[in-house]
């Protein structure tokens, strides 16, 4: 069964729920509501198998990037089994014009997370996992030796599962990245979200260069890892904007590009500009591999960790024939 997801309506109990989550943007004026296309179309959620998923996870004490950022696509993965760990909270110091995760002072780090996503993974006989934060800015290394730790506790768990890590961009921590380096994800994923020009606005508290050098610098620490960037559109970029962005990231030697159709989570969320046609994201497929990314991911809603299992076997393959 498909329905139309409607995240946004005007219940007052959302709105309500709305200015708890995202207090910072409380004061900002109301956006406007764009009616979803007829290809924006998801998979009711209420299985057996999403309620098991459910239950596995709600019996760890652990969040998810699914439930937290409103993710269109939990009906599909969580039948499957498929979720993506939120550490360190499901509280972020950012606040991004275009997300649905709470914002505000996090509580302290819990030192047993690492091994209760592990336990998780193994309950949910995940083949391949991916691991995303929250933004820690007010931990000195930003987390990242907690990741490292959650990517070192699935690997001894679970040691057939290959590790996908989303991380924050970990700007001014110092050290940081080269922890989560040194553990040795399988693939290492930063998200640009959006072309430079639209940073002010849809990213501020991050840097594009930061960005993009971050994921260069994965690839000079250890080769061998495989990296991936997703990009949101409809939030206003041009279409070269895109382009160049394909550009930059082939640059930085990224393997991996994801984008999709940005959908806005609530009235004070950035407003969606236009949305993007099917057809054209089959363009920016077939663009972004003449350019060289190793795999491409691009559909309204593809998102990083949509189909991530998958994919990251079919990259796997890609470099083995290309080695021999
Ligand atoms: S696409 Fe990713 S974030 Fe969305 S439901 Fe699937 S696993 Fe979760």
Not at 162 to 182: N, S, Y
Not at 194 to 222: I, W
Request: glycine fraction near 6%.
């Amino acid at each position: 069964m498909t329905v139309l997801l409607d995240l946004l309506n005007d219940d007052p109990r959302k709105r309500e729920a709305a200015a708890v989550r995202h207090p910072e943007k409380a004061h900002r004026p109301d956006t406007p509501l764009a009616r979803k296309p007829e290809w924006i179309r998801v998979k009711a959620p209420g299985s057996a198998a999403w309620r098991e998923t459910g239950a596995i996870l709600r019996g760890g004490g652990l969040s998810t990037v699914c439930q937290e950022a409103s993710c269109p696509n939990i009906g599909e993965c969580w039948e499957k089994k498929h979720a993506t760990f939120l550490v360190m909270g499901s509280v972020c110091t950012r606040a991004c014009a275009f997300c649905n995760v709470a914002t505000g002072l996090p509580s302290a780090l819990d030192p047993t997370e690492p091994e209760r996503v592990a336990e998780a993974t193994a309950k949910l006989g995940l083949s391949h996992v991916v691991v995303t934060s929250v933004d820690r800015d007010d931990l000195e290394d930003g987390g990242a030796g907690h990741i490292a730790q959650t990517i070192l506790a699935i690997r001894a768990a679970c040691p057939t599962t290959t590790i996908e890590v989303l991380t924050p961009d970990f700007l001014r921590k110092e050290g940081a990245l080269e922890k989560v380096v040194a553990a040795r994800p399988d693939v290492f994923n930063h998200n640009l979200e959006t072309v430079p020009s639209l940073y002010v606005t849809v990213r501020p508290g991050a840097r594009y260069f930061h960005s993009l050098r971050l994921l260069q610098r994965v690839k000079e620490l250890d080769p061998t890892i495989f990296t991936k960037s997703g990009l949101m559109v409809g939030l206003g970029e041009g279409r070269n904007e895109i382009l160049q962005v394909m550009d930059d990231l082939r640059v930085a030697d990224v393997d991996f590009l994801t984008i999709g159709q940005y959908l806005q989570p609530t009235r004070k969320h950035h407003e969606v500009v236009r949305f993007v046609t099917p057809q054209e994201f089959e363009a920016f497929t077939t663009i972004a591999y003449a350019k060289g990314f190793s795999m491409v991911s691009a559909s309204p809603l593809t998102r990083s960790s949509h189909h991530a299992g998958a994919d990251f076997e079919r990259l796997r393959e890609k470099r083995l024939a290309a080695s021999r």
